[in-house]
């Protein structure tokens, strides 16, 4: 059965931000810049490029600056168009226009499982994408529109893979795939979610990544999940509990490139790398690393 394509969306972007300190005090983690663009639109740009035209974003109370940067500002478009500057109006006015924009307050962040049971509502009935807004995805790769068609064929849930070194899959959630998978494959068949496992134990190497496909059953399956670690609700939880119930579950292993902006230093690598590609210093910051030369200590 062909289902409707996924248009809806949501960012949960609530959590404190403490790696981040002191900027987080006063600034959302989410829009600190890759160069001059702030990683949460990257993220939303990603999104409406294959489709997706409605954002929900789950924020904390004090998160006022992210739903500023997604509204307009028509005293600054005014002022840019009186100097007669169309590239400064272009860059303020594209955040605006990727999609329509909500916001909820999670006024007490319990885990990634609490936050997407703020979407009930916004996705109703619908399957809903969800994306972390510290994972990117190259522009140039393609992950979320293979998920969404996936989604399409199979319906259930469609979680984003990447194969990595066994000594870092406890840093992530794990999957077992069904015995006729091939692990080689673009989608694999998933019989079981494990969050955080040890390296000795982990069904694969196959870790979960900031990108979800979700079926309107995940709500139902989120309040039925008993809090775990930190009182933390866990999204993983609540997949496995639907997997268990005979919900097909598929993942879309990527192998392009991805950028992890989740603390400091890579945070930094996702910069320099970006920058490398960046329209206006690209060359110039290219030319300028091959050049420099740290100073010791």
């Known amino acids: 059965m062909t289902r409707h394509r996924v248009r809806k969306a949501l960012i949960p972007a609530a959590g404190r931000g403490t790696r981040f300190l002191p900027l987080t005090k006063a600034v959302p983690k989410e829009l600190a ?12 740009t990603e999104a409406a490029r294959v489709g997706v035209d409605e ?10 600056g992210i739903a500023e940067y997604f509204e307009r500002d028509t005293e600054l478009e005014a002022a840019l168009e009186q100097k007669g500057d169309a590239a400064a109006l272009e860059l303020v006015r594209r955040a605006p226009d990727l999609a329509r924009f909500t916001f909820v307050d999670q006024k007490d962040p319990r885990g990634l499982g609490h936050a997407v049971g703020h979407g009930e509502q916004f996705a109703d009935g619908e399957g809903l994408a969800v994306l972390l807004p510290d994972d990117l995805i190259d522009d140039r790769d393609q992950l979320l529109d293979t998920m969404l068609n996936v989604y399409s064929e199979h319906g259930g849930i469609v979680i984003g893979l990447i194969d990595v070194p066994r000594s870092e899959i406890s840093k992530y959630g794990s999957v077992a795939l069904t015995p006729d998978s091939d692990p080689e494959a673009e989608v694999v068949a998933i019989v079981e979610l494990v969050e955080k496992p040890p390296a000795e134990t982990a069904p694969s190497t196959l870790a979960i990544i900031g990108r979800y496909v979700l079926p309107p059953e995940i709500f139902e399956a989120l309040r039925a999940t008993q809090p775990g670690a930190k009182d933390e609700i866990q999204l993983t939880d609540a997949m496995q509990r639907l997997a268990h119930d005979g919900v097909p579950v598929h993942g879309v ?9 989740g603390n400091g230093l890579d945070y930094m690598k996702a910069v320099v790398q970006l920058a490398g590609r960046h329209p206006d210093i690209g060359s110039d910051f290219r030319a300028w690393l091959r050049e420099y030369e740290p100073e010791d200590g």
């Open 33 to 44: 810049p890759i160069v001059t663009t702030p990683a949460i639109e990257l993220v939303v």
């Open 253 to 261: 292993v990527f192998r392009g490139r991805r950028y992890d902006t």
């Open 55 to 64: 954002v929900l974003f789950v924020v904390s109370p004090d998160k006022h």
